[in-house]
């Protein structure tokens, strides 16, 4: 491998998509290195769809250019990109067999019969559905197909994998698995992949780098801890994970919750109003309030209600006036210390688990 | 499916229309075959073998193979890129092209064959305007021509055509043409490879649509075409008023229907063929 910079296989440039009167897309740039599993994570509507029929050339950007391996491809039909893309509802040719299927791309570029026939055997394998090869798309369960699919889109020996939504039309056992396949294949492949999804979970186990999306932008682009754990605003932590939010400001480069709790908030933070994320699983339950490490924060308030959830336990907590959700390990003895309904209970936030981001 | 059982209650539903389809098909038909098969009450086929084997059937039958075939081919070849055209349509042209489509139905058909008559005759629409470019060409009439049904048949038949298949291309998702195309697929090639064998179900209805009901035409040959080209129905009329019993015209009825199952076999066995060759 050369030292030098690593190139971009897929470089987007502040591309813009508008469709009459209404902007899609908006100012959207991206870059992937080779290799890399980029997620698109957002809500309906956000334009992560958009962003992916883009780069397959089914949408034309108004502004801005997509260059792949470093030549711009904004003029060229969707045929002439290499682009291997997974639809959401699989496209597969209902009057092709599931090996021609496979083969299409093969068959396309005029290869020779025994290699195809050797790439198919091939990729079969990969997805594990050597033995389906003479059977039709519609005789196979809905994870076989997305399979095929995948097969499919990587017989085209395509520079990027584009995948839409791959998993929301199975159910959620078969989904867990196939994400698992899927980051599996990308890492026996190598191939750079985009992975258009609105399903946070999905996006941080399988993802090198989450782009979260949200009104035609993207919000925040970051590795799955980054996302999670230092959210750039309110969209994205609370899009991502569960989180109450607690009024808190800084004035004089020091942080304070309202009733005056003084906060250990590393780096400067300008003056101003903020809020702190506080994620369920960060709070633990305390015995009494000299238990507390340095920097830690103290949240007293009042239990409200306790669900049993299997491995954890969680529970509702009003903290001045504002309802505080906590989750808990299902152990006795935490589920034995906790206080009964309407009693006080302690929570603490350690130091390193305080998290500001700007209000509004 | 296999278990599918009817209660008594269910005959209330389709009874009627089997009723329907029994009084004024299946007897009628029994009634023809019985005048075609029988002589003084017997089983005969002296009938039907005469009428077969007669030049008269054989001459009328040929007019109605080469009509009935140049109508629907030349459908199909108007009507197809008719149908893709509207099923790649926004939603509002594809509403308006279908009712365009839909249209000349709202007219009855002998209406609509005599404004052939307008257009095609001596000193009609069609030499007028071509006086237009020719200044002194002489006039010229295009009715009583072969050509003139073929033209006034595929005019009644286009909806017929069109519909059928439109139903199967608008099912076919455009998800499978983005797919090929990103698997490097030009657009042509996608069409050839994926949209065209997934519309064959949908060729093939319209196709037989078409066939069944240009096969027994009568008003269209017999306006337009005049004597020329005397397809079957005209011959079967004609023996009508000929003999004092049905016994011609009802053999002849016969073996019209008998030509329509072995065309219709023949399209089958085309289709299936068909669609194996991509599996």
């Known amino acids: 491998m050369k030292q030098k910079h690593d190139p971009s296989v897929l470089d987007i440039d502040r591309i813009s998509v508008t469709y009459g009167s209404l902007d899609v897309l908006k100012d959207v740039s991206l870059a992937a290195k080779p290799g890399e599993f980029i997620s698109l994570l957002g809500p309906s509507g956000s334009g992560k769809t958009t962003v992916l029929m883009s780069i397959a050339g089914f949408t034309k950007p108004s502004t801005g250019t997509i260059a792949v391996d470093g030549v711009a491809v904004n003029g060229m039909p969707p045929h002439r990109r290499r682009m291997g893309m997974v639809f959401q509802s699989y496209a597969l040719f209902p009057h092709m067999s599931v090996a021609r299927n496979i083969g299409y791309p093969m068959r396309i570029r005029r290869e020779a019969a025994q290699t195809i026939d050797r790439k198919v055997a091939e990729l079969l394998k990969l997805v594990h559905l050597d033995k389906y090869g003479d059977r039709m798309p519609a005789q196979l369960s809905g994870g076989q197909q997305q399979r095929v699919a995948i097969a499919r889109a990587l017989a085209s020996d395509p520079t990027i994998l584009l995948m839409d939504e791959p998993l929301s039309a199975l159910d959620k056992k078969l989904r867990e698995e196939m994400l698992i396949e899927i980051r599996r294949i990308h890492d026996e492949f190598g191939v750079t992949t985009i992975y258009v999804t609105h399903d946070q979970r999905e996006a941080l186990t399988i993802s090198d780098r989450v782009a979260v999306m949200s009104g035609g932008r993207i919000v925040q682009i970051g590795s799955p801890q980054e996302i999670y754990d230092r959210p750039n605003g309110r969209f994205v932590a609370d899009f991502i994970g569960e989180a109450a939010f607690l009024p808190a400001q800084v004035r004089n480069s020091a942080a304070f919750m309202e009733n005056g709790t003084s906060l250990d908030v590393r780096g400067g933070l300008q003056d101003g109003q903020y809020l702190m994320v506080v994620r369920p699983e960060r709070l633990s339950v305390v015995a009494d309030r000299t238990d507390l490490s340095p920097g830690a924060v103290l949240l007293a308030g009042r239990l409200q209600r306790v669900f049993f959830q299997g491995e954890t336990v969680f529970g509702t907590v009003l903290f001045e006036g504002q309802e505080v959700l906590f989750r808990c390990l299902n152990q006795s003895k935490v589920v034995a210390a906790l206080p009964p309904v309407d009693g006080e209970i302690l929570l603490a936030l350690q130091a390193a688990d305080i998290t500001l981001v700007p209000k509004g | ?279």
């Open chain 2, 1 to 279: 499916m296999g278990n599918f059982t009817l209660a008594k209650q269910d005959f209330l539903l389709f009874g009627p229309a089997i009723l329907l389809l029994a009084v004024l098909c299946y007897w009628p038909l029994a009634w023809v075959a019985l005048q075609a098969l029988t002589v003084k009450g017997e089983l005969s086929f002296t009938t039907i073998a005469t009428v077969a084997t007669g030049q008269i059937f054989w001459v009328s039958t040929l007019n109605t193979i080469y009509l009935t075939t140049s109508v629907v081919l030349i459908t199909a070849l108007v009507g197809y890129p008719l149908a893709y055209l509207v099923s790649q349509a926004s939603p509002l042209w594809s509403y308006t092209l279908k009712f365009l489509i839909l249209f000349p139905f709202w007219t009855s058909t002998l209406v609509r064959t005599y404004a052939w008559v307008v257009i095609l005759q001596r000193d009609g629409l069609l030499v007028n305007a071509m006086r237009m470019v020719v200044p002194d060409m002489t006039p010229v009439s295009f009715l009583n021509t072969r050509a003139a049904s073929t033209i006034g048949m595929v005019h009644i038949m286009l909806p017929f055509f069109v519909f059928p298949l439109l139903a199967s291309m608008e099912s076919i998702k455009r998800d499978y043409l983005r797919a090929a195309e990103s698997l490097g697929a030009k657009p042509i090639i996608a069409f050839w490879t994926v949209f065209f064998p997934l519309s064959l179900p949908g060729l093939l209805s319209s196709v037989i649509m078409v066939l069944m009901l240009s096969i027994g035409f009568y008003i269209i040959p017999i306006v337009l075409g005049g004597g020329k080209g005397a397809v079957i129905s005209m011959v079967i009329e004609k023996s009508l008023s000929l003999y004092p019993d049905w016994a011609v015209a009802s053999s002849m009825g016969l073996l019209l229907l008998l030509m329509s199952a072995v065309a219709l076999t023949i399209l089958n066995a085309l289709a299936n063929k068909a669609q194996s060759i991509w599996r």
